[in-house]
Nanobody, 121 residues
Framework: QVQLVESGGGLVQAGGSLRLSCAAS????????MAWYRQAPGKQRELVAV???????NYADSVKGRFTISRDNAKNTVTLQMNSLNPEDTAVYYC???????????????WGQGTLVTVSS
């Protein structure tokens, strides 16, 4: 089974920066898409940024120009650099990945446990 482990959340003042990291572990798999989602209190989970194996990226309008997603395919890791944070960015951030197992080519989707980002005003 593929598992995702996130790190890097915490408390930051408005205007500050945080860097989230996520690493996939397991055996015999290949990852296609990696992404970050977030869920603020009382709101639905929303896509923040996504990156393909080839490096193509897409961002939510609310974070464009402030957040940068990147990945290391060899290490199966994805990071989210968040700059110019504001209180509206406060949420639990979840790492997401999909791909296939190498032995039977079975498709999988997996989520991390979530990491809390709190931006104070």
């Amino acid at each position: 089974q593929v598992q995702l482990v996130e790190s890097g959340g915490g408390l930051v003042q408005a205007g500050g920066s945080l860097r989230l990291s996520c690493a996939a572990s397991g055996s015999a798999f290949s990852i296609n898409v990696m992404a970050w989602y977030r869920q603020a209190p009382g709101k639905q989970r929303e896509l923040v940024a996504v990156i393909t194996t080839g490096g193509s990226t897409n961002y939510a309008d609310s974070v464009k120009g402030r957040f940068t997603i990147s990945r290391d395919n060899a290490k199966n890791t994805v990071t989210l650099q968040m700059n110019s944070l504001n209180p509206e960015d406060t949420a639990v951030y979840y790492c997401y990945a999909d791909g296939r197992y190498s032995d039977d080519y079975r498709y999988f989707e997996v989520w991390g446990q979530g990491t809390l980002v709190t931006v104070s005003s």
